[in-house]
């Protein structure tokens, strides 16, 4: 596989409505996973391209709006690694 040097992920963990953790933000340490691209797109902030993993496209929405909640998220696509 090709590693890729994707910059870091950003979001602000002092967000009172942020729900971060293994479960919220991301998927428990063990769980089958595949990985997603989303659109995020922060308030006051340009659209980011996101490839996450999880353990389905719902928890993939999930996830980056639990670690976003005023961003638009797009619909999460598959993709084949």
Same mark, same amino acid.
Do not use: C, F, I
């Given at each position: ?30 769980? @089958?996973?595949?990985?997603? &691209?989303?659109?995020?797109?922060? %308030?006051? /902030?340009?659209?980011?391209?996101? *490839? ?9 929405? @999930?996830?980056?709006?639990? &670690?976003?909640?005023?961003?638009? %998220?797009? /619909?999460?696509?598959?993709?084949? *690694?």
């Amino acid at each position: 596989m090709k590693r890729q040097n994707l910059p870091a992920l950003t979001w602000e963990e002092n967000d009172s409505e942020a729900r971060l953790g293994p479960g919220q933000s991301r998927p428990e340490p063990g769980a @089958r996973t595949q990985m997603y &691209r989303l659109t995020v797109k922060p %308030v006051d /902030s340009k659209p980011m391209k996101v *490839l996450m993993r999880a353990e389905n496209s719902k928890m993939a929405l @999930r996830y980056a709006l639990n &670690r976003w909640p005023h961003a638009a %998220v797009s /619909s999460p696509k598959q993709v084949k *690694l």
